[in-house]
């Protein structure tokens, strides 16, 4: 079997609509010849971000959506590296800057509508074309987090961004887990600077042409970026921008990158917005997160490696119990917040019991197959997971926006880029790597000179993605490289480090940031008074009731 037999055919996507598969050969909905490296945590994403801005000239193109951005989120940690001065200054230079922004709700429900705001007038001040998006379904969000960068001159160092990070507060942390200097605020828990662990890819290749399409879409959607009046009044007192000037016109894709053995698959979401207001580009909505998964999961027959913010839904779990019945070797390891990011009743205790719905269906379904797991810091602090990642038997990794709940394979608007590496003697190398690079933190593996794996991404520009030395990394991790062994050693780890804390953390603290996590314990009361919350807020369904009726996507 060809490992691209993982991946969805055009067919598979189902949605006709969109143009996002017309460059690819017949019959192939992602492109080949790529290369895409993972950068784990803001430090290194945005590190590298702002120096790949800051290289571009006239005639250029940056194309960014965002769900919230910060304009004085800095970059390096050094002054003048501000989002929005660093995105001003190339348009100033005549980059030609645009950016889809989600409008947001209101900022007293938890949202960021005065941050994202701020940020569109910010970067209009500059001269860059960055617009409040709000076409959305009834409660739901632009989720999408990408930047796209192309060269006029010079296509080969043409570059995407995809991932879960943000270009906000918070999300600038490291390895060390100490927090971003310009925090968001968060349950008491995580502390005043909470500790970050999320992940975003590099992607070099013809696959940049896919990620400037799914932008290019939704730009090009002739929709009232508002539907209510009083948000398009106010946009014109405010001087806002709210209707898109043209792009240029699209170039053509990036040539393959030398040496580059990655297919790379873009995976969305976009609900069906019902009334005769579906997206031109997707009618009735786009499944293809769902549809990805279900059919990776198919195939997954040794370990599926998760990390995400919210494992909520009984309707994603349910995919995963039927093939974890139907596979008795698979595993499945999930790493997850230690607890919701919000103090309210109203926020915390639907999730948990979207939490306690799903984890309880897959510890049912398989048992001691099945392992949950949080994140702690060195000072015992828990990390917040906003990693969206799954690696199934090193063959099909995903890193993107999209969460394992209802909400992100029906609901908001999503991507997620899915990598098959050609290379690799019976598995995916890209796969491998990621895998191994993540739980090298989680283990406290670090490589020789005091780093981790994931504490930086070195630009690729000019390079062969053969001079990238996996050695290290797989020296260090030499006990890991099994799927199932991975799984006994995040088991021994927690385990040890649980106990440390069982007894009073006294001796030395065990290697290791992992602690097992388990189904929430709510009463049938709680559960009860949850459960409408939970349906309709926090895990609705964007799905067109005939899907709905019969349980598909």
Known sequence: MARTDWLLTPDERANPASRLDASHPAGQAWSSGNHVRPLVHGEAYFAELCERIEATRDGDLIL?????????????????????????????????????????????LQFSAEENRHLGQALQEHGAEVLLDMRVRTGGSHHQKFVVIRHRDDPARDIAYVGGIDLCHSRRDSARHTGDPQPQAMAEAYGPTPAWHDVQVAISGPAVHDVETVFRERWEDPTPLARHPGRRLADRLRGLDVIPDPLPPQAGPPPPVPGGTHAVQLLRTYPNLRHGRDYPFARGGERSVARGYTKALERAERLVYIED??????????????????????????????????ESPLSRVPQLLGRQRAMSRLVEAAGDRVAFYGVENHDGRPVYVHAKVCVMDDQWASVGSDNFNRRSWTHDSELSAVVVDESGEGHSAYARRLRLTLAAEHLDRELPGGRFPGDTGPLMAGRSPADLDDGPLHEVMADCREPEAMFAAFAESARALQAWHDGGRVGPRPPGRLRPLDPPDLGLVTRAAALLPYRTVHDPDGRPKPLRRKGRY
């Open 64 to 108: 960014f959506t965002d769900w919230r951005g910060d304009p004085d989120e800095l970059l390096t940690g050094e002054p003048g590296s501000e989002v929005a001065a660093v995105l001003g200054a190339a348009d100033e230079r005549g980059v030609d800057v645009r950016g889809l922004v989600w409008r947001s709700h209101w900022d007293r």
């Open 309 to 342: 913010q919210y494992l909520w839904s009984h309707d994603v779990a349910d995919h995963f119990v039927e093939t974890l019945r139907a596979t008795p070797g698979l595993h499945v390891i999930a790493v997850l917040p230690h607890r919701p990011d919000q």
